[in-house]
């Protein structure tokens, strides 16, 4: 199991209305926060052996320059071991990008691009407060792939107040026409502390229901898998496995991962630990040469295993019987026979060759599988 490192780039030009993630808009905190950034990772020197994936997130990390993102980048190598074939990941925002900005990206040594469209609809980019448009949305696609990227991923957004079936997947089809390797397809949450929450709250805005919802999970599912793309996550198309997202799915099997900047979670063997939710918070801490950990927790065996059994049965791969058994002292066929026949008898689950494999609808309702 070879770990991954997440850096959190806590930086945006606004809030979108939906977005629960830290950011912040003082970007002049930038050049400092990157100081303090390439000092927690020699904090970490010689804590792993090797890493074979680099994601940048956010905020915005496409907010950054070429240089900044190359400091990044070249601290990441002075400090830690990297696969030859290390996939690095960067999210960037449509407005952001040009030709130029894209040949940039990728002469940093960046090889995996995800464009946060959310949707090809003009009328659902501004309820959820998007700064960008459609237009910038095709050019941006436009512009990764004439820089050289072969595995661009795109983000999209489903399950909008006022957001019908039909516009949804006019969405799909138009991403479908650039052909990205990727395809990560989000139902929509409208966290309490998020302005949309607020107004959802107040009674301002409503949701699609639970029908619909389910409804535009299967013929998400049904269209993309129709089209060639492997449904491998609850919220994740790939066509073909090579453009699986390998970082993500360190997070989904409890391989290690080290998480740099404010609101970075880091994970090891059962232990847990998540960085100060505050830019200039985790710049004080990092300057005094303290680590900048707010909290940290000790997982038990239980409670690996039941985040095990949750994360699992959001994945296609499923669970592995004598795998899970092995590493969590727990045999399922043996203490939940029951319970497994019966969710198998409703077409939730398919148990073969020793793994439990969650069906299309089962991974529709994936969250109230792990109650097994």
């Known amino acids: 199991m070879i770990p991954g490192i997440y850096i959190h780039i806590p930086f945006c030009l606004s809030k979108c209305g939906y977005c629960d993630f830290y950011s912040t808009t003082q970007r002049e905190r930038i050049s400092p926060f990157i100081g303090s950034l390439l000092k927690e990772m020699a904090m970490y020197r010689g804590c792993f052996n090797r ?4 994601y940048l997130g956010g905020g915005t990390p496409s907010l950054l320059d070429s240089g900044q993102l190359t400091e990044i980048i070249d601290g990441i190598r002075k400090c830690f071991p990297l696969s030859s074939d290390t996939e690095i990941t960067i999210e960037v925002n449509p407005g952001d990008l040009s030709r130029k900005a894209a040949e940039s990206l990728f002469e940093t040594g960046i090889n995996r691009i995800s464009i946060g469209v959310q949707s090809f609809d003009e009328h659902i980019l501004s309820f ?4 960008h448009s459609l237009i910038d949305s095709i050019s ?25 079936l039909e516009s949804w997947m006019n969405t799909l089809r138009k991403a479908l026409s650039f052909r990205p390797e990727h395809l990560s397809c989000y139902q929509l949450t409208l966290e309490p502390s998020t302005p949309l929450g ?9 949701t699609p229901d639970e029908d619909l919802l389910y409804e535009f999970f299967m013929k998400t599912s049904e269209l993309l898998e129709a089209s060639g793309y492997t449904h491998y996550e609850v919220s994740n198309f790939a066509r073909g496995p090579e453009f699986m997202s390998r970082h993500n799915r360190k997070y989904w099997d409890h391989t290690p991962y080290l998480g740099l900047g404010p609101a970075a979670h880091s994970f090891s063997g059962n232990r847990r630990w998540w960085n100060h939710r505050c830019v200039d918070r985790y710049i004080e801490e990092v300057n005094k040469k303290m680590p900048p950990i707010e909290k940290s927790e000790i997982l038990t065996l239980e409670q690996l295993r039941l985040e095990a059994l949750y994360l699992s049965l959001r994945t296609k791969m499923g669970i592995d019987l004598q795998d899970f058994s092995e590493r969590y002292s727990f045999d399922l066929l043996d203490k939940k026979n029951v319970v497994l026949g019966r969710i198998c008898e409703e077409g939730l689950i398919t148990i073969l060759d020793n793994h439990i494999y969650p069906t299309r609808r089962g991974l529709a309702i994936s969250d109230s599988l792990s109650i097994i």
């Open 51 to 54: 890493f074979d994936t680099l």
């Open 128 to 131: 959820l407060g998007r700064r």
């Open 140 to 164: 941006a696609v436009e512009d990764v792939r004439n820089a050289g990227f072969g595995n661009m991923g795109l983000d999209l957004i489903y399950g909008v107040p006022g957001q019908d």
């Open 198 to 206: 607020m107004k959802y709250r107040a009674g301002e805005i409503d």
